[in-house]
């Protein structure tokens, strides 16, 4: 019905563009918050929280139940541009006729795209934490309405029985995430480069075992345990151990530990030819296949520094020290006797020589790539796990995106490689050799 008073045209005309006007806004308003409130991360909601920021508690709270958060923003977004659709129809209707639906589709559907989604949610990517506090408590308020409607998806089984939102299947956050963060803090200089490198050993050390980190047992200097006392003193001359371990008549049996300040008390008390077993500690076994978490849980709960490495049939494999678990996190420990190697030396861009017994993890952190294998395995074993014999000097092949040179090697080790990053277009002429 066309309406012929003029003034009584206007009056409509400008109530109903209002009110299209308003549901536009509010369709922006929805469009916004939901993607302010979906990209900013929990952990993120509690940190302002603890900041005293206004509005942080109602963020906290719709954080923690993010599908009860999203019903409510879902509800209202589409009850206004069902409204506004609904609206913008009877306007065209009354004033093209049949054509109007058709119009009032084309033109609401270009200002809902460009006014109610893409800018306000460009916005609120740019903006999300000022825009998430902002409507964090217009949005609780609004859940709380919509309460009946969450019940209703309950019983029906749409809503995660967990109480945050998120599906008990799926963590909230992954480590890799956390990693990733920690990745991203650096860039920013949130955190430096050293901490961000704490984190990720951090994250690695609970994936390796004491087979990983231990001393093999052919590098483990241990004593006889029929030594006397003045014997084992003279036998430690010139090795920089505080505890050594006590072997029977096979080599593989230990039978206790030794301090190196128990040895000296020995000695300043007039011990020196008593059997140097009487001053011996208990020994301390775990299992090569025992994560490092367990193990470094392990040696302080029992009091211990040192434990024997023992394999399924409880042979010596190697030991594993306090401080072999603690330079898992915060890399070499050098202390005043020790000579800190020159594992890796730079030789021009993208280039480096490198210790055979050196572990992988210096070429990833140098060269900022992930290599096949564990972190702490060596270049050697990398090396002969892809190629499967032991080269020898001067060899030259391709490994991973890069070229390895052999410097010094021998007939049972490699020694020294010299390790070169391909570029885009050697990486594709090139083949590997092994």
Not at 59 to 74: E, G, N, P, Q, W
Not at 132 to 155: K, M
Request: with cysteine.
């Amino acid at each position: 019905m066309r309406i012929t008073d003029a003034s009584a045209f206007w009056q409509l005309f400008m109530g109903e563009a209002f009110l299209l006007i308003l549901l536009l806004c509010l369709s922006a308003f929805f469009s916004g918050a939901e993607t302010a409130l979906v990209s900013l991360s929990r952990a993120r909601a509690d940190a302002l929280v603890a900041d005293g920021r206004r509005g942080a508690r109602s963020l906290s709270t719709l954080k923690s139940d993010s599908s009860r958060m999203l019903v409510a923003i879902l509800i209202g977004n589409n009850v206004v541009n069902i409204s506004a659709s609904a609206l913008a129809t009877v306007i065209a209707t009354r004033e093209l006729g049949s054509v109007g639906p058709g119009v009032a589709v084309g033109i609401l559907t270009i200002l809902i795209l460009i006014f109610g989604e893409i800018t306000p949610k460009t916005l609120a990517t740019r903006y999300s934490e000022r825009i998430s506090l902002l409507v964090a408590p217009l949005i609780l308020g609004l859940a709380y309405v919509t309460t009946p409607v969450n019940r209703l998806f309950e019983y029906f089984g749409l809503r995660s029985d967990s109480g945050n939102g998120n599906s008990t299947d799926d963590p909230i956050v992954t480590e890799t995430e956390l990693i990733n963060m920690a990745g991203y803090g650096e860039e920013e200089g949130t955190i430096d480069e050293n901490e961000k490198r704490l984190i990720e050993r951090a994250f690695a050390f609970g994936d390796l075992s004491v087979a990983d980190v231990m001393s093999p047992r052919h590098k483990v200097f241990t004593l006889a345990a029929t030594l006397s006392i003045n014997e084992a003193a003279v036998e430690l001359v010139g090795h920089p151990y505080s505890r050594v371990p006590l072997h029977g008549d096979d080599a593989d049996e230990i039978i206790g530990v030794i301090h190196v300040r128990d040895l000296l008390s020995a000695l300043s008390t007039g011990k020196d030819k008593a059997p140097v077993v009487e001053i011996s500690r208990a020994s301390y076994f775990v299992p090569e296949s025992q994560s490092l978490t367990d193990t470094i849980a392990a040696l302080r709960r029992e009091r211990h520094h040192l434990a024997i490495v023992v394999d399924e049939h409880g042979v010596m494999e190697g030991i594993v020290t306090l401080e072999d678990l603690m330079e898992e996190l915060v890399g070499e420990i050098y202390d005043e006797s020790d000579i800190a190697p020159q594992e890796m030396t730079p030789q021009g861009a993208d280039c480096v020589s490198i210790e055979g017994a050196s572990e992988i993890r210096l070429l990833e952190e140098y060269f900022d790539v992930d290599l096949s294998g564990k972190p702490t395995d060596s270049v050697s074993r990398w090396v002969l796990e892809h190629i499967q014999r032991i080269p020898v000097a001067d060899e030259i092949f391709n490994l991973e995106g890069f070229e390895l040179t052999v410097l010094r090697a021998n007939p049972r080790k490699i020694n020294e490689v010299l390790i070169r990053r391909l570029s885009g277009g050697d990486r594709n002429s090139s083949s590997e050799n092994a």
